[in-house]
């Protein structure tokens, strides 16, 4: 069962413009969201994160937004860069420390210059 | 900035043999995480370790595996006897205390033919 998806597997974006990803979660329980960006042959590096009792956390050119009532959020990122061509990976999580991280599928983000 | 680290980077082995998986986490991190992600598919939480012992476990962790601290800066993973189905890349992550951001290393791709 998919606890949290991803929909779109690829995204490509100009460089200097906006680039939306968006991930769906079904458990209520979730109370933690996190986004991990991937390089090939590298783990998932820690991007950003927000709690349930928050709607949006900003951390530079990253923006995550979260819609509890529509177990959805959103990562924003603004401007696009080259750089940023990864794949990005919404991930939630029931508690801290020590519970599970349960990912999406992942979204290939191409920022093309 | 301190990282999780893995060794090997690449393992080859043939079906039915053990393999050992080598992860130094963060020094001052007190959990640790296996998660593996087989070609094409999610990134799925295999194990959570904490205090010497098994915390959680998903259903993918079954007997052919198991997970050891044998001392104060290694966490290993053990497959018994791998199957075909267990060529994937294994990754190992680490949190502090009471906080939900995991932090993972590099990966070990683990192909067993």
């Known amino acids: 069962d998919q606890q949290v998806k991803q929909n779109s597997p690829s995204l490509s974006v100009q460089e200097g413009r906006i680039s939306i990803l968006n991930c769906d979660y079904t458990?209520?329980?979730?109370?933690?969201f996190l986004w991990y960006k991937k390089y090939p042959a590298e783990g998932p590096t820690f991007l950003i994160s927000i709690s349930s009792i928050k709607d949006k956390n900003e951390d530079g050119r990253f923006t995550v937004f979260l819609n509890k009532s529509a177990k959805h959020l959103s990562l924003h990122i603004v401007p696009s860069q080259p750089g940023d061509s990864a794949v990005y990976f919404c991930a939630a999580s029931e508690g801290p420390g020590n519970t599970p991280l349960v990912f999406g599928k992942g979204t290939r983000l191409s920022v093309i210059a | 900035e301190p990282e999780v680290t893995q060794t090997p980077s690449h393992q080859v082995t043939q079906m039915g043999q053990e393999v050992i998986l080598r992860c130094v986490p963060i020094s001052n991190h007190l959990y640790f995480y296996w998660y593996r992600q087989i070609l094409g598919q999610k990134v799925e939480f295999l194990v959570s370790f904490y205090n010497n012992e098994i915390s959680e476990k998903s259903e993918i962790f079954d007997d052919q595996f198991s997970v050891e601290r044998p001392d104060g800066s290694n966490f290993t993973l053990k497959i018994r006897s791998t199957k075909l189905e267990d060529s994937a890349m294994y990754f190992c992550?680490?949190?502090?205390?009471?906080?939900?951001?995991?932090?993972f290393g590099p990966g070990t791709r683990l192909t067993v033919t």
């Open positions: 458990n209520s329980m979730f109370d933690y």
């Open positions: 992550a680490s949190s502090e205390m009471d906080t939900y951001e995991q932090y």
